[in-house]
């Protein structure tokens, strides 16, 4: 009945939903709201102006795009007749009821946003929990979104952390009775972060879970140059931008033989040198410590072959705590017969979550080994593959999985906007954002009703057993 009670409560607020997001979108586009959450942004999550602001641009972007009757077209469901007169199937998305969702701190916009507002869309009562190092932003999202209309006793919004939160959840379903005047038994919960708490929270929830967890992103330049200025920029970007602190991150440059004669690598190298701390093109870590990073580095340069590009060394001139990180961006270079041996492999492809990134290169006879090399990585979020060649990109797309997959010239690792899926593949519990098929697929279920109305033969009798 659960259930039930919340489609009725859907149903009823499809257009009320439209509107709120009308409005909202409006007030995001507004220069001075625009310009106080960037700024917020900024405040909590360091991160470049340009940067910050495109987190409010695409949440203003998506919340245009279910304006009016797009909330009720995510319900739209279909009929199939029946065998008989009178019988036919129905099929329909049906919401969970209460839901929790879990964000974190790289982007504190965007990422609950986008997923709150496809769980009401979809008529289910959520509670939600970001990141306690900048709830503040989503803090005072709601508070605008109340101002246009959502409901205030449609949202649950709790500060903690990590570990209360956890505690409540299996709380919440132990107990299946209000705690803290939260609804109850959540169906489902959405959790977006670190791939060690997200299968932590797949046991502790027996499974009821969708998960966008961490990506250890990778991208193969092709054997066609093209562009190299641009690819030197797409390169930096992917793996500095936000230093470093996106799921997306370019973890992993494959650059083929071709691309290693050209002045690539040394573009790269001035490109992050010309990031700086005053302007937070390249700014603290938050979840990983400048110590930390450093051993990695000084770890994977003792591989035979290795070397370290640029970088490798701490900020200077800075008041950042050290339990913070504050490294310059990094590259380091592995040979890639020593990345596949197997006491490498689980060294090399280690996330960092901060500016750092591995870089190999391969020659022709060497695109199955780098194929093997993404086959036996365990997180498949982002990708790209940097060429125009149709018969190259055809052959790496065939024997990949990653779920955000970048394919041309202009292919990218990060920078996903509110008009295309963002979200691991090859994982049934992986989530989605964004897309109309990326909230039916988190936030509703499939429900068949067959309808069997008659009539009923007058010449009907009881049949035999059987």
Not at 88 to 102: L, N, T
Not at 283 to 296: A, F, K, N, Q, R
């Amino acid at each position: 009945m659960e259930a039930l009670r919340y489609s009725k409560a859907a149903y009823d607020k499809y257009l009320m939903y439209g509107d709120i997001s009308t409005k909202a979108a409006h007030m995001l586009s507004l220069p001075k709201v625009s310009d106080f959450f960037t700024r917020l942004i900024q405040r909590v999550s360091p991160k470049s102006y340009q940067q910050a602001f495109g987190e409010v641009y695409v949440t203003q972007k998506f919340l245009e795009n279910f304006c009016g009757d797009q909330v009720r077209f995510l319900a739209r469901s279909f009929a199939v007749p029946g065998n008989h007169l009178g019988q036919q199937s129905h099929g329909f998305r049906w919401p969970y009821g209460p839901v929790a969702i879990i964000t974190p701190f790289n982007f504190p916009l965007e990422i609950p946003v986008l997923q709150l507002m496809g769980a009401l869309y979809m008529g289910n009562k959520p509670v939600l929990k970001v990141d306690s190092k900048v709830s503040i932003v989503m803090e005072q999202m709601l508070r605008l979104l109340h101002t246009c209309g959502l409901p205030v006793e449609d949202v649950d919004f709790i500060n903690s952390d990590g570990k209360t939160m956890n505690k409540l959840l299996l709380e919440m379903i132990l107990d299946h009775e209000v705690v803290l005047n939260l609804q109850a038994n959540p169906r489902m919960t959405l959790f977006t972060g670190s791939s060690r708490v997200a299968e932590k929270l797949a046991l502790d929830l027996k499974g009821r879970v969708k998960l966008e967890d961490a990506g250890f992103d990778w991208k193969i330049l092709g054997p066609d140059v093209h562009q190299e200025d641009y690819t030197a920029w797409v390169c930096d970007q992917d793996a500095y931008a936000c230093s470093g602190q996106k799921c997306s991150a370019q973890s992993l440059l494959f650059m083929h033989e071709n691309w290693s004669k050209t002045s690539l690598l040394s573009k790269l190298k001035d490109l992050a040198e010309r990031r700086k701390l005053t302007d937070l093109t390249i700014g603290p870590v938050l979840t990983v410590t400048t110590d930390s990073m450093l051993e990695h580095v000084n770890k994977l340069l003792e591989i035979p072959g290795s070397k370290l590009l640029f970088g490798g060394r701490p900020l200077e001139d800075h008041s950042i705590p050290s339990i913070y990180g504050a490294i310059k961006p990094t590259a380091v270079y592995v040979p890639l017969e020593e990345i596949m041996k197997d006491n490498n492999f689980e060294l090399v492809t280690k996330e960092i979550f901060g500016p750092f990134q591995i870089i190999t290169d391969y020659k022709n006879s060497q695109l199955s080994v780098v194929l093997d090399a993404l086959e036996r990585m365990h997180n498949h979020l982002t990708a790209a593959v940097v060429s125009n060649d149709p018969l190259f990109v055809q052959e790496v797309i065939g024997k990949t999985v990653n779920g955000t997959t970048y394919a041309g010239l202009r292919a990218r690792t990060t920078g996903a906007p509110q008009n295309h899926w963002f979200g691991p593949a090859g994982d049934p519990r992986g989530a989605g954002i964004g897309t109309p098929e990326a909230i039916k697929l988190v936030w509703s279920c499939h429900r068949e009703v067959i309808y069997d109305y008659g009539p009923v033969s007058k010449n009907w009798e009881i049949p035999p057993s059987t």
